[in-house]
């Protein structure tokens, strides 16, 4: 699976959008892009995935650009439950290999 | 349950010790995997297991460490000669076959060697 480098850590105001950056210039072709997250002392949670379109659910949206080196997370409207560790990785869709986390980025939204 | 289920949520033990950690997937999930989290790091994997066998135990440590699924359902992950490096959280997760490919995570086991 590809690498993924994100930042360590960001900082939000509560009710603004933030938008976590994520690169992953050595993605494949078919290996699509996830976003987990992890708030304190609970397992990590499925927040959204792509491939090379733009994607939107109930939590977030993702974009992607147009070469696929890079995506953003964006929460539209930060709340102070949204605090939380960021993990963004790639990798081939119910491919049977495990995801590599890596550190990801600790976002604090802040009142 | 709904959820990934994992039991004990705490267990503390002495150097030597042998440990089991058990996990119960979401029904009808036949991807189940294992990953250890130490503080302050992402989650660490170390086992995969499709039905019943081990397809991918390339993240295991070493051979104090086997983990188990003889039905396809349940998975215990075992820990012998407990040592102190082994302290974390051992998560558990599960994975259907819908086309998201998304993993499920037990809340976890928090493991302390003395």
């Known amino acids: 699976d590809a690498k993924t480098t994100q930042p360590p850590s960001m900082d939000c105001a509560e009710g603004r959008a933030a938008n976590l950056p994520c690169n992953h210039s050595?993605?494949?072709?078919?290996?699509?892009v996830y976003w987990y997250r992890q708030i304190h002392s609970q397992g990590p949670q499925y927040i959204i995935h792509?491939?090379?379109n733009n994607e939107t659910n109930e939590m977030a949206s993702l974009i992607i650009t147009e070469d696929r080196k890079s995506s953003t997370l964006i929460l539209p409207h930060a709340t102070l439950r949204d605090t939380a560790v960021y993990y963004c990785i790639v990798r081939t869709i119910n491919s049977g290999y495990a995801l590599n986390f890596g550190k990801g980025t600790s976002l604090l939204v802040t009142p | 349950g709904a959820g990934v289920s994992q039991t004990p949520s705490n267990k503390v033990t002495e150097k030597g010790k042998y440990v089991e950690l058990r996990c119960d997937p979401i029904s009808g999930h036949t991807a189940l995997y294992w990953y250890r989290q130490s503080l302050g790091q992402g989650p660490e994997f170390l086992i995969y297991f499709q039905g019943t066998g081990a397809a991918d135990d390339s993240g295991l440590p070493n051979d104090r460490f086997f983990a188990v699924r003889p039905e396809g359902s349940v998975s215990t992950l075992k820990i012998q000669r407990t040592e102190r490096g082994d302290s974390a959280v051992y998560l558990c997760?599960?994975?259907?076959?819908?086309?998201?490919?998304?993993?499920?995570f037990g809340e976890g086991s928090r493991l302390t060697v003395l």
């Open positions: 997760a599960s994975r259907g076959e819908g086309l998201s490919g998304e993993l499920f």
């Open positions: 792509g491939l090379k």
């Open positions: 050595t993605i494949s072709g078919n290996e699509y």
